[in-house]
Nanobody
Framework: QVQLVESGGGLVQPGGSLRLSCAASGSSFSISTMGWYRQAPGEQRELVADITRSGSAKYADSVKGRFTISRDNAKNTGYLLLDSLKPEDTAIYYC???????????????????WGQGTQVTVSS
C-alpha cells in the first residue's frame, strides 16, 4: 500500500515558475515509475511527464522544454518543476505511481496503481 501527497500548487503569473512535490509513504520501495497528470475543467486527464526509477524521463509535447520531472529515491519524493508557465497550464496536477511488483504479479500489467489527491495550479495575471 502506497500513499501519495502532492504539494506546491498555487497561483502564479504567466512566465513564472512553480515546483510541485509528491511525497510517497507506505510500501514505496515497490514504486517503479512516477508520473504527473493534469486535468483542466472540461478536459481529459493528460499525462504530463513520467520518470523511471533509474531516471529516464519523458514529457508531453505541450510541456516539453518547460517542465522538468525528477525524483529522489532516498527521500521517496518526486518533483515537477514548471517553468515559463502559461495560462493553458492551469489545471489540477496529480502525482501517480506504478507498483512494479503489483504489475508484475498482475499478468505483467503496466498500470498507475496509486494516485495523490491533486494540487491546483493556476496561471493568471
Amino acid at each position: 500500500q502506497v500513499q501519495l501527497v502532492e504539494s506546491g500548487g498555487g497561483l502564479v503569473q504567466p512566465g513564472g515558475s512553480l515546483r510541485l512535490s509528491c511525497a510517497a509513504s507506505g510500501s514505496s520501495f515497490s514504486i517503479s515509475t512516477m508520473g504527473w497528470y493534469r486535468q483542466a475543467p472540461g478536459e481529459q486527464r493528460e499525462l504530463v511527464a513520467d520518470i523511471t526509477r533509474s531516471g529516464s524521463a519523458k514529457y508531453a509535447d505541450s510541456v516539453k522544454g518547460r517542465f522538468t520531472i525528477s525524483r529522489d529515491n532516498a527521500k521517496n519524493t518526486g518533483y515537477l518543476l514548471l517553468d515559463s508557465l502559461k495560462p493553458e497550464d492551469t489545471a489540477i496536477y496529480y502525482c501517480a505511481a506504478k507498483d512494479g511488483w503489483l504489475n508484475y504479479y498482475s499478468d505483467s500489467t503496466d498500470d498507475y496503481n496509486y494516485w495523490g489527491q491533486g494540487t491546483q495550479v493556476t496561471v493568471s495575471s
